[in-house]
């Protein structure tokens, strides 16, 4: 990616039925849901909520089952097959070794499950509680890698779990030199074509800038290039956009986290710094979590079915709500602008109803009754026309609703957050095209 392409940051008020605002928890995206467990905000929090895109709401889902987890932080949240797999984060204690700090969360049945991992045999081993690590997905096995365990401070235990057998097996825990990435908390890991990248992180108390990946297929690792990639960086998220990694945030300490968004391109094995449109400005942000909505972001992992969306929608699948409407955008000074809105006449929080009503009849005139509840873009630099499909045409459509959402990156929560405050959300959208 040149520096020719921009992306645009938007922040997204939240209302005040939302989460609270919150760092070191767990997200993910999964069809047009996202998912956050736990974190902190003046204590550990025990709470679980799902944002849906289409509809701009948040929803709080029951926690009250004996096999919910108990308040975490630092923990691992992944999707597969309609199950979110939450691993670690919990506060250590005398029970903490006791158990295999896994939960398993049915997206469709709205419940905690009992489904532990199992023990081949008495002297099997399975991974401790951990915090600060990481978990990707790779076909049907989570490869989780580090963490800070207790005590023993960082960790190299390399750790997968497949989803089919539930049977956990370690790959690597003995030191290896060059050969790995060696103890590591607070690091950043995707999946991309079978394998596993690996960036930055706590080596102890040291930050770190390597860069490693780890194949699936002849179960090595390697070390990637990094001369001219982000600099020294702990707490801060990465994930996968077409044939690349974005990067952002996080920081050399906790008290001065960085607005930067990387680029690290799989074909070319290149980095570059991702520029901001004219007018926009990113957040500041440690220990976030990002999310991928749209296409471009989608994972190897299963999609939910049309029949759990048309559930969850209310009885008939509709695809995201994008309205393109002719509105001025002199405050970014540029014909190529893009401006995002989240607009809801049920939220309180900084702007009252009528005051909504107003900012949306400026910006849209006619058009502002027909909006309604949903994020809304003006679409000029992509060049494309993302409109809604009349209910008539969703029956001959298969009603995958992530296919009609536009690609965006959603930063949630870190520090610094605000205390008492709905939770902070920014939009990132690229505009490549």
Known sequence: MSQSDPCLWT??????????????????????????????????????????????????????SEYAPEGLEEHSMVAYKGFLYVFGGMLDSAYTHCRCALWVFDMEKEKWVHHQGKRISPKTKMPSNRKGHSAVVIGSVMLMYGGFVDIKGSSQDFWSLDFDTMVWCLLSESPQGSLGPGPRHSHSAVAYQGCMYLFGGLKGLREQRDFWMWNTNSHTWSSLKNKSGPPRLMGHSALVYRDSMLLFGGGESQTFPKSCLWRYNFITQTWSVVTTLQGSKPPKKIHHCCAGLGPSYKTNTSSPSSENQTRLLGGKPKPFNNKCFPAPLAFLGSEGAIELETFSLDKTYQSTSSELDKHKEDLMGKDAQSLGSCLTFENRAFKKQYSCIEDDQLDQEDGDIEQHLPDTLLVIGGRPCNRHSPISIWQMTLTDS
């Open 11 to 64: 922040q997204l008020l939240q209302g005040s039925q939302s989460p609270c605002d919150r760092y070191k928890h767990a997200c993910c995206s999964y069809g047009s849901n996202v998912y956050i467990l736990g974190g902190r905000e003046n204590s550990c929090l025990r709470d679980f909520w799902k944002y849906s895109v289409v509809c701009d709401e948040w929803t709080e889902l029951n926690y009250k």
